[in-house]
């Protein structure tokens, strides 16, 4: 799901909402057979409801504290059904939280959409040769990295030197804008250096989106674990 632009994660559970139209009574003295008469009236939206494990990052603090500005965003679902997505623009109505005592701390957002629902069914291109590649804060080159980048690989692992801070991540894609960590970043360019873990063995979970106008976003993730090896200088 993706909030805006901003990448949010996999999620456990979503209802989508559901349109309803009203109705208006137009009934009169000459209706037909004294039957009588309603017409179409407003269309009201229901309530939009994910839940998601919450991974103590910000972009699922601000699921909680975002209730209280009452802004509108932009929702986008990249639906498990391969090539789909729906999006409509909608304020938070409430955040729940689930903290079993012995089990995962969970997460459940209702929405109330403010437009009616966007099907899409293009997907857009995604990353393009030579796809992306790795450097740390001080633009040395991580090149410990699975799998191979090519078409179709959605999810790299990487492991960052013992006394790495941070992560650029330069990607490339024909058309669309790339979006790192909710950040634009141009093709062929690198992000700003990215805050990980710096605890060995630490992940830190990165996203990228590269997003084509009116096309199913194409979403990709970064899982960077802290390593054990100082990096060459």
Not at 99 to 126: A, D, N
Not at 161 to 169: A, E, H, L, Q, Y
Request: aromatic fraction near 8%; charged fraction near 15%; proline fraction near 5%.
């Amino acid at each position: 799901m993706i909030r805006n632009t901003t990448l949010i994660g996999e999620l456990v559970d979503v209802t989508v909402p559901t349109p309803t139209v009203g109705e208006i009574d137009a009934t009169s003295y000459d209706s037909p057979d004294m039957i009588e008469q309603v017409i179409a009236g407003w269309i009201k939206m229901g309530e939009a409801k994910f839940t998601l494990n919450y991974l103590a990052i910000t972009a699922h603090d601000d699921l909680l504290e975002d209730v209280y500005d009452r802004a509108t965003d932009l929702w986008t679902f990249v639906l498990p059904t391969a090539g789909r997505s729906i999006s409509f623009s909608g304020f938070i109505k409430s955040s729940e939280e689930k903290i079993p005592l012995k089990e995962g701390h969970q997460i459940t957002v209702t929405v109330t959409p403010q437009t009616k629902v966007t099907r899409v069914s293009t997907v857009s291109g995604g990353l393009t040769t030579p796809w992306i590649t790795f450097k740390n804060q001080a633009d040395e080159s991580i090149t410990n990295f699975t799998p191979t980048a090519g078409a179709g690989i959605d999810e790299y692992f990487v492991t960052s030197f013992s006394d790495d801070t941070g992560i650029k991540i330069t990607p490339t894609a024909a058309a669309g804008t790339i979006y790192v960590n909710g950040t634009i970043v141009v093709s062929g360019a690198a992000s700003a250096a990215i805050t990980i873990g710096t605890a060995t063995g630490s992940i830190t979970n990165i996203p990228i989106v590269v997003w084509e106008s009116a096309k199913v976003p194409k979403v990709y993730w970064v899982r960077v674990t802290h390593g054990t090896v100082a990096s060459p200088t």
